[in-house]
């Protein structure tokens, strides 16, 4: 900041740079900047404007500023700082939590208004899909995993279910198939899974896995013989065989309180044929 004076009178305070008019000659805005000196500033009765003292909380403290003194090469302002009473403060806090609670709660006040007035419930009814469901009963989605309502526990039964892959027997650089699985697939050979390995991570009650298998896309998958298959925290691997040109993977939960985080699938697949 920057004043313009007068012998030691304080003519204007200049906030930010700008050009100006002095004894009628303009000045631009460059005056301000490290293209004039100090002193060619003091030479057209600009100096530098300063505070002294420091700047305190106002919430804890109230700031003073003393008449401004024109000194040589400067204009100088002393603040002074005094601490606040403590029952000035309390109001200060009380009315300010007053305001953001006022901001919070001005959307739904007029309930509680109404209630009051004319004995209307703040919340007559609770909306929901249909009369039956959801007028008095409360839906607590992403909570828990079964349905819990006044007649007991319940499961919610739900599976993931993956899309179908097939393979190819690889090859050697001569052209000869050397019987280990490629899972590039071009629907060329049926596929035999002997087992596979479950690698569930934090897994509460039990998974049922099951190997939907089909010879073409368009037929209807089937479950392996043996499956589906009851995978707990303990099973190690699982026999399946399976056998078919396309295989997918099913898992589900069926009782109450299951649940777990899945981690790689882990078969024991081979070529078996092209019938």
């Given amino acids: 900041m920057w004043a313009r004076i007068s012998g030691n009178q304080v003519l204007e305070i200049i906030r930010v740079p700008k050009g100006m008019k002095i004894n009628g000659v303009q ?14 500033r003091k030479s057209i009765g600009i100096v ?105 526990t319940t499961s919610i039964d739900a599976f993931i279910r993956s899309g179908d892959w097939d393979i190819t027997s690889r090859r050697s650089a001569l052209g000869q198939a050397t019987g280990v699985a490629d899972y590039r697939g071009d629907g060329e050979f049926f596929m035999s899974v002997k087992r596979f390995i479950p690698d ?43 056998r078919g040109r396309l295989v997918s993977v099913q898992i589900a939960n069926t009782a109450v309180g299951e649940s777990w985080r899945y981690g790689t699938l882990r078969l024991d697949a081979q070529p078996d044929g092209r019938r």
Avoid: C
């Fill in 27 to 40: 000045y631009p805005k460059t005056i301000f900047t490290d293209a004039w000196t100090d002193a060619e």
């Fill in 48 to 152: 530098p404007y300063e505070y002294t003292g420091k700047l305190r909380n106002d919430m804890f403290y109230t700031t003073s500023e003393s008449a401004p003194i024109v000194l040589d090469h400067k204009v100088t302002v002393t603040r002074t700082t005094t601490a606040r009473e403590l029952s000035d403060i309390k109001a200060t806090m009380k009315s300010q939590i007053n305001a953001v609670l006022a901001a919070w709660f001005g959307e739904t006040d007029w309930y509680f208004i109404r209630k009051v007035d004319n004995g209307t419930p703040v919340f007559p009814a609770i909306l929901g899909i249909t009369n039956k469901y959801g007028a008095s009963i409360y839906y607590a989605h992403e909570v828990g995993t079964d349905q819990v309502n006044s007649t007991g």
């Fill in 200 to 242: 569930f991570k934090y897994q509460t009650g039990n998974a049922q896995v099951t190997l939907f298998v089909s010879s073409y896309p368009d037929d209807v998958a089937v479950s392996s013989p043996l499956g589906p298959f009851t995978i707990t925290s303990t099973t190690d691997k699982v026999d399946t065989r399976a």
